[in-house]
């Protein structure tokens, strides 16, 4: 099963998936290194700082190197498009800044990604590929937090209690319109 962590840049999918990697069982694959090492690209986008992940490339390679019978993490803001199950990390849009802002990003970029996180961008995306949807607030919480969130998630997961956890992770439950739009 592909358990995808994902979010808009700065949520902390990175921080708590490398919990996951070094404190339990699970195998993650960082999707975005793999994407860069493997040149799992079609083109280079120099005004937006990245590269285009060819997402068929990527994906084969993904099912390659996944466990068949346990739970694989995938780590990345495109891990939905990918996973069967999802996490989507969310924070308000002015503590994203902060953290986006102290990665060097451009203003361009930076806006750019506080709009998706304001738009839901991701969790949309999100209900369109995956069969279960699960948003955790990270904005005040923290690292242990959500790596104590995500476990619960994939217990249940394994256990087949996504309905449950369905109530306590429901989609949706993050709204930063009116915040951000005013």
């Known amino acids: 099963m592909l358990v995808g962590i994902t979010g808009t840049p700065g949520t902390g999918k990175t ?3 490398e919990l996951l990697e070094n404190r339990t ?6 999707i975005n290194e793999l994407i860069k090492k493997e040149k799992l690209y079609c083109e280079v986008d120099n005004e937006r700082d990245c590269v285009v992940a060819d997402m068929d490339l990527v994906d ?4 390659e190197m996944a466990s068949t019978d346990e739970i694989t ?6 891990s939905h498009h990918l996973a069967d199950s999802v996490i989507v990390l969310r ?8 953290r986006l802002q102290k990665r060097n990003y451009s203003t361009e970029k930076v806006e750019e990604n506080l709009e998706a996180e304001a738009l839901d961008i991701i969790l949309c995306e999100s209900a369109e590929w995956c069969d279960n949807i699960f948003e955790i607030n990270t904005t005040s919480q923290s690292v242990e937090r959500t790596f104590n969130d995500i476990l619960n998630i994939l217990d249940g997961l394994v256990r087949g209690k996504e309905k449950e956890l369905a109530d306590r992770y429901r989609p949706g439950s993050v709204d930063w319109s009116e915040e951000f739009f005013g």
């Open 73 to 78: 993490v995938l780590d990345s803001h495109l």
């Open 60 to 63: 084969r390679r993904v099912r």
């Open 15 to 17: 921080s708590v998936t």
């Open 91 to 98: 924070t308000k849009p002015e503590v994203l800044r902060e």
């Open 25 to 30: 069982q699970y195998r993650v694959i960082h």
